[in-house]
């Protein structure tokens, strides 16, 4: 399924606010430091990245037990696969890097899987 989108709507009434008060948090907590507005930016940046992905480290926790529990085959094509190199497959981006939401594959079969979603 595609990944829920804001509708124009949502990005009016609650993105853009949003957006707005963030920008100005930054520039009041930064104080017209430019590299501490960079640091802060980036540092932003990073834990919404973790917010919507999980850390590596509980990512590198997951795909271990996966590949356990796997018994060390891909979920795609069943071929026996190493685990450095796989890769998480989430079924639904937006559930996040859950057990109940992954499944552990090759990074070619990911590749060829998400080549065929793309072009179905
Ligand atoms: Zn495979």
Redesign the pocket.
């Known amino acids: 399924m595609a990944n829920p989108q804001l509708t124009k709507e949502q990005r009016i009434q609650l993105f853009a606010p949003l957006f707005k008060h963030v920008q100005a948090e930054l520039l009041a907590l930064s104080g017209g430091d430019a590299r501490l507005m960079w640091a802060l930016r980036r540092k932003l940046a990073k834990e919404l990245g973790y917010l919507e992905r999980s850390t590596p480290m509980a990512r590198n926790k997951l795909k271990a037990y996966m590949w356990a529990k796997q018994r060390g085959k891909?979920a795609?094509?069943?071929?026996p696969?190493e685990q450095k190199g796989s890769e998480l497959d989430r079924t639904e981006a937006y559930l996040g890097y859950v057990e109940s939401n992954v499944r552990l594959?090759?990074h070619?079969?990911h590749i060829k899987d998400q080549a065929r979603k793309h072009y179905a």
């Open positions: 891909c795609l094509c069943g071929e696969m594959i090759h070619e079969c």
